[in-house]
């Protein structure tokens, strides 16, 4: 069986755990706490960061490489479309959340708040928080402005964007960071997403110290 080496919260790990998932590829998941540096860990991604899964005889570290391995060994199925136009359109928004939206939102408020507490690193940094806080609110107004011109974000059909847009805004759920009356397109889009077979184990998830908000696992929230 395969087995992937994961933090819960991480909305890379999540990526890749969605992938998985929806392509239906049984694994089991080990918590791993990266920032102690184990050297087992260590030997498996000298980077020392997670997702890190071993399928296939290989072990394999980045989310986007991985999901691209899945996409290509298991291609049914598919979250990528076949036009190369949109495949484009696909990993554009997989760059823009895993990089433009974790650096200005996600960094900035589940990592301050969670993270830094379980790493016992301190306090979160209240100007963090408050730009975070700030950021989402144009983030889920983009993905507004998408979605009315989409059934999905990236076009017609579920893929790997809309998948990397879950990671990041479930983890910031867990920790109610997301004002879904924001926008009722982008809480409809979620829905969709969130009440997906794939989603569950997501919604199982429990970080001691950090309960879940009551409506984390409520499909019709």
């Given at each position: 069986m395969a087995r992937l080496f994961h933090v819960p919260l991480s909305p890379f790990c999540r990526k890749v755990r969605l992938s998985l998932a929806e392509k239906k590829i049984e694994v089991e998941r080990v918590e791993e706490r990266y920032w102690e540096q184990d050297p087992d860990f260590m030997r498996r991604n000298p980077a020392g960061k997670v997702p890190v899964l071993q399928l296939d005889g290989i072990i394999m570290s980045e989310s986007a490489a991985i999901c691209e391995y899945i996409e290509e060994t298991r291609p049914e199925p598919s979250l990528m479309p076949s036009d190369?136009?949109?495949?484009?359109?696909?990993?554009?928004?997989?760059?823009?959340?895993?990089?433009?939206?974790h650096d200005e939102v996600t960094s900035k408020l589940l990592y301050e708040r969670v993270n830094?507490?379980?790493?016992k690193q301190g306090f979160p940094d209240s100007r963090n928080v408050k730009d975070g806080a700030k950021a989402i609110k144009y983030h889920i107004d983009y993905m507004a402005w998408l979605l009315d011109h989409r059934r999905w974000l990236a076009g017609d059909v579920m893929t790997l964007a809309d998948f990397a847009a879950a990671a990041h805004l479930s983890s910031l759920d867990y920790i109610s960071d997301v004002d879904w009356n924001r926008s009722d397109v982008v809480k409809d889009w979620y829905a969709k997403i969130k009440s997906r077979p794939a989603f569950?184990?997501?919604?199982?998830?429990?970080?001691p110290g950090f309960p879940p908000p009551k409506h984390y696992n409520d499909l019709d929230f």
């Open positions: 190369p136009v949109q495949r484009l359109e696909v990993r554009r928004l997989v760059s823009w959340f895993d990089d433009k939206f830094k507490k379980v790493m569950r184990s997501l919604l199982a998830d429990q970080v």
